[in-house]
């Protein structure tokens, strides 16, 4: 409480960024508590039109993807989204927010899976993707760039018939750890948006005429969609 104490009396303003930053940071990346005093300091000075670097961002979205939020503070978490998601910097806890704001920042339709490692080792990827009941014997690998210090993160479209199991593995100082085998399905609904929507209601359809039905109308706005972009392109 002595920094909401030093706040309120008008904290020395790079003391204060530091302080936020820092608290920011070990709530991301280590997982250590951070009050929800810190939170409303974060969010008050973006109000006033302050700058809020993006480790500040990245920790109130993580805040509040699992605690309700008022009306002010849905347009700051918003903002927060778009400018962190312009920039391709996401998490998997960004998926907790409003549907209609992940259809806009075309986050709807992905799974995305984290890993945290160690400062300055090498993370590999190794994942599979089997659909329906095959099972395909090699694993993808992929070396993964921090999203932000010691978090790397992967994004994924999956579809209704498919299945992601994965695994990372962590190199240091010549020492390799390998994580648990994880496997990962995406719920689908029927009637979902977009063309992932329609793609997974055929998928998903077990009358066969129908599922005949949505083929031939996915085509045909497919071939709709292709034509009206080959116009603007002109």
């Known amino acids: 409480a002595i920094f909401e104490d030093y706040y309120a009396e008008g904290a020395y303003f790079r003391l204060q960024q530091a302080y936020l930053a820092y608290m920011s940071r070990e709530y991301v990346t280590e997982n250590r508590k951070i009050s929800k005093s810190v939170i409303d300091i974060i969010c008050r000075e973006f109000e006033k039109g302050e700058e809020v670097i993006d480790i500040c961002k990245i920790a109130v979205l993580k805040y509040y993807s699992t605690r309700p939020y008022n009306t002010t503070l849905r347009k700051t978490l918003k903002q927060f989204l778009q400018n962190l998601c312009g920039r391709q910097i996401y998490f998997p806890f960004f998926l907790s927010y ?25 993370v590999m990827l190794y994942y599979q993707l089997q659909k329906g009941s095959t099972e395909s014997v090699d694993y993808s690998t992929e070396v993964l760039t921090p999203m932000y210090e010691n978090i790397y993160v992967k994004k994924f479209v999956l579809f209704a018939n498919e299945k992601l199991k994965y695994y990372f593995k962590e190199t240091i100082d010549g020492n390799s750890y390998r994580s648990d085998k994880e496997l990962c399905v995406r719920e689908t609904v029927q009637g979902e948006p977009g063309r992932y929507g329609r793609l997974n209601d055929i998928l998903i359809e077990k009358n066969e005429s129908e599922r005949k039905k949505k083929i031939q109308a996915y085509a045909r706005e497919d071939a709709a969609a292709a034509q009206i972009f080959t116009k603007e392109q002109a």
């Open 98 to 122: 409003e549907k209609d704001w992940l259809i806009e920042l075309q986050l709807w339709d992905k799974t995305i899976i984290s890993y945290k490692g160690q400062k300055g080792s090498r």
